[in-house]
């Protein structure tokens, strides 16, 4: 019982602490000063870490070990779904018409391989700044709760999903109506969390997660930032999660992963 309180009172204190961090980054960037950025993705490591050193928490269950010998087949997983869901959706696009290429393939494809490289450390280093919190927090304090899978994942989707807010409204990230963003968002990054806290779950570390974090912030920075393609409806088509394609693919991926195994823990 006495676990239990602690560890109920440390995830409030963590949502608390990685809000109050996201505000606070959120009014720094709209005031013009770019380090906002930096306090508002640093929350969940910095929560984190504090926690577990100075709130009973211990680092037993973070997943830091690599685990590559037991993992490796879920670390390949997590280095090739994003590329394949994202492939499947610019190809939904064209396909529709909706998403069109700035050139040939021939040509947009070093350009994008050069962005890649020059992208995937800075980005998948700040993947880890979140995924150390979510998925290496608040993920595993709920499984010593005894929470079940799926109420695990979308809880920590909602606390994740939200955290973005101040960060969105203080930049320009949000080009369609506000009142259609954030309740498809809400639902993308919810479906999300329930792939990527099954990935932490059978993987059994975080950095298959902090893997497939940096490779989405890779590829969705190169193709977004180096204008390789066109997007004419970002409701329906665009490659991140808030999309409709996006919303319906990855809902696919997070209900393989669910009932994959949990028809595999029930035989």
Known sequence: MEQNY???RNI?????????LSITGGLITAGGNGAGGLVFITGPIIMMVLLRLFGGDGWRDAGLKLNLKRSWGWYLFSLLLFPVI???IISLGIISGITTLNGSPASLLPLFL??????????TFFAMFEEWGWRGYLEPRLVTLGIPDLKRHLFVGLIWAIWHFPFFL??????IDYRIFFPMFIIGVLILAVVYGQIRK???????????????NTIAWVVNDTNLI????????????????GI????LVAWYLLTRFSKASNQ
């Open 202 to 216: 059978k993987s059994n570390t975080v950095w298959s997660v902090v893997l497939l974090h940096g490779i989405s």
């Open 6 to 8: 602690r560890i109920k």
């Open 86 to 88: 994202f492939t499947i």
């Open 230 to 245: 066109n997007i004419n409806n970002k409701v329906l088509a665009n490659i991140t999660p808030e999309s409709v394609f």
């Open 248 to 251: 319906m693919l990855w809902g």
């Open 12 to 20: 409030l204190i963590y949502i608390i602490g990685v809000y109050s």
């Open 114 to 123: 050069t962005g890649f490289v020059a992208q995937l450390i800075p980005r």
């Open 170 to 175: 203080s930049t320009n990230y949000i080009d």
